[in-house]
């Protein structure tokens, strides 16, 4: 990031309608399959931007934004010909520095794609283009700040358009939220869903309605899914062995882990990685 990064204060860097100049190096890497380290937004204003995040195809057409999170495995755009576009990358710094939480960056309702109505798209445009300005001038921090808080402001609000207000705002939807983050912050030592209830403060039967709710799934079966698609990426990367990811996502038993990696995704591992490999 420290190549492409614009601030001397902020790893923040704005793509102004398709204008950015990385070097050769960066640019092949960001252009294919990676790890993401930082949060990636991009804004379609004209033509189509095909991305792959995690092994999934996404289509982003004018009016719309993708996001990609730390850690996901990120095809980067296939734009057709003549594409406009924004897009901006930042890091968990520049989060920690925002008055509050933009609750869309956990993703909650599992779609990274946010529908825009024309007038949003007029005024993110306008903020992109100030926050590119401003970059490149190495503008004031806390105004770089501020307009990347209002940016993904507006973000959460259409990502959640169309749900109930109250159910957003419900505790329940936090409750979520902290298990959410829960599991990823002791991903690989997750512990029994009674200890993770009482660290939440709530009862088991509490806790599966609540992901229930939320996510379709069992407390369980969402830290198995999750666990399965870091197996995905450790498996994409190729630099550990079978077994040495089994032991490093917490599974004492490698043959329990792939019998439950085929179970979940429906082929073994070694297909997995032959079809990664032939992609």
């Not at 092994?55 to 734009?79: A, C, E």
């Not at 030592?189 to 709710?213: D, F």
């Not at 899914?225 to 032991?247: D, F, P, V």
């Amino acid at each position: 990031m420290d190549r492409i990064k614009q601030s001397d204060r902020l790893a923040i860097r704005v793509n102004a309608e398709n204008t950015m100049q990385l070097p050769d190096d960066i640019a092949k890497i960001l252009s294919g399959p990676h790890r993401e380290t930082h949060y990636y937004l991009v804004m379609m204003l004209e033509g189509e931007d095909n991305q792959r995040i995690d092994m999934k195809d996404y289509t982003v057409s004018p009016g719309q934004i993708l996001f990609v999170l730390p850690n996901q495995i990120h095809w980067s755009g296939r734009h057709s010909p003549g594409s406009r576009f924004f897009n901006i990358v930042f890091d968990e710094n520049c989060l920690a520095l925002l008055p509050h939480t933009h609750k869309f960056l956990f993703n909650p309702l599992h779609n990274p794609l946010i529908s825009l109505p024309h007038e949003a798209v007029v005024r993110l445009r306008s903020i992109f283009s100030n926050l590119s300005g401003l970059l490149k001038k190495q503008g004031n921090t806390e105004t770089v700040l501020a307009y990347l808080n209002v940016l993904l402001t507006e973000c959460n609000s259409f990502y959640f358009h169309g749900y109930h207000y109250n159910m957003i705002q419900d505790h329940r939807f936090d409750v979520y939220i902290q298990f959410q983050q829960y599991v990823e912050r002791e991903l690989g030592r997750v512990s029994e869903i009674t200890l993770i209830a009482e660290k939440l403060a709530i009862s088991v039967n509490s806790l599966y309605q609540i992901v229930k709710q939320y996510a379709g799934l069992s407390p369980k079966q969402f830290i198995i899914n999750r666990l399965m698609l870091e197996a995905q990426r450790k498996l994409y990367n190729g630099n550990h062995s079978t077994k040495a990811i089994a032991y490093e996502l917490g599974f004492s038993d490698p043959d329990y882990f792939a019998r439950l990696f085929k179970k979940n995704l429906g082929k073994k591992i070694s297909q997995f990685i032959s079809e990664m490999t032939d992609l």
